[in-house]
């Protein structure tokens, strides 16, 4: 059983970013405060370590819970238990996608100024999802050497966006709310195809993904961009 919590290490990462946060504010219209974008991002990774530890929480209580027999009071706390289990893994999905979906639009605000020599008016690639599947935009997506940081997450990027979609829009999600993980927590999610009821004829995705699995590769993605913030600092 594991019962420690994955962390978020960018000690040494963020060291330099103050600087490079407040060098580029671009005060053209309409003026931007990268700054505060990056002082959200912070938060958001705080509030991801929290509510991980509130998911460990819960999951050791349950896990407690099943192996109890003393009364039927411990069976109500693991009734409970098992219907709040699942919020705080959704929550930090969503925040570790949101801050995912953060850089990637730092990354396309960087690289068109380094390509260009000029900030962009519109951030054309800002989401998981159109930086995976954007047929419009393609050659914009390798103009600017994006297909680099796509090809190297591609993997944990489409897991992640189906995990969070799943937990969005999925009618038939709720299915999976009573799975718990054995040895650590889960992140599950049970996705239809267009929500087809049709079991038979329709696409099936049922996802299984150990907490600890996404913070190794969402940890990777957050290192690589701050280097790639740190590198953009460095030639220009």
């Known amino acids: 059983m594991n019962t420690i919590v994955p962390q978020i290490d960018l000690d040494k990462e963020i060291d330099f970013t103050d600087k ?9 219209e309409p003026p931007i405060s990268l700054n505060l974008k990056h002082f959200n991002i912070l938060l ?10 509130e998911s460990y929480r819960i999951w050791k209580d349950l896990g407690m ?11 109500l706390n693991k009734i409970e238990g098992n219907k709040r289990k699942n919020f705080p893994s959704i929550y930090s999905t969503f925040l ?19 390509k260009y020599k000029k900030f962009p008016k519109i951030i054309k690639i800002d989401s998981i999802g159109r930086l995976l599947n954007n047929k419009k935009n393609k050659n ?10 796509k090809e190297k997450n591609k993997k944990f990027l489409y897991k992640l966006n ?36 049709d079991l038979f004829s329709g696409q099936k995705n049922f996802y299984g993904i150990a907490v600890n699995e996404i913070l190794k590769d969402f940890n990777k993605f957050i290192k690589d961009s701050y280097e790639f913030l740190k590198k953009f600092e460095e030639k220009n």
């Open 162 to 197: 189906d995990i969070s979609n799943a937990h969005k829009h999925s009618f038939i999600n709720t299915e999976v709310n009573n799975v718990i993980g054995h040895d650590e927590p889960i992140i599950y999610a049970l996705r239809l195809e267009n929500n087809n009821l």
């Open 140 to 149: 914009l997506i390798k103009e600017l050497e994006l297909q680099k940081i």
């Open 96 to 114: 570790i996608k949101r801050v995912i979906e953060e850089f990637i639009s730092l990354y396309y605000y960087f690289s068109f100024y380094r």
């Open 65 to 75: 819970s099943f192996e109890s027999k003393k009364d039927f009071s411990v069976i």
């Open 44 to 53: 958001s990774l705080n509030e991801i370590h929290f509510q991980l530890k």
């Open 20 to 28: 490079i946060f407040w060098l580029y504010l671009d005060y053209e």
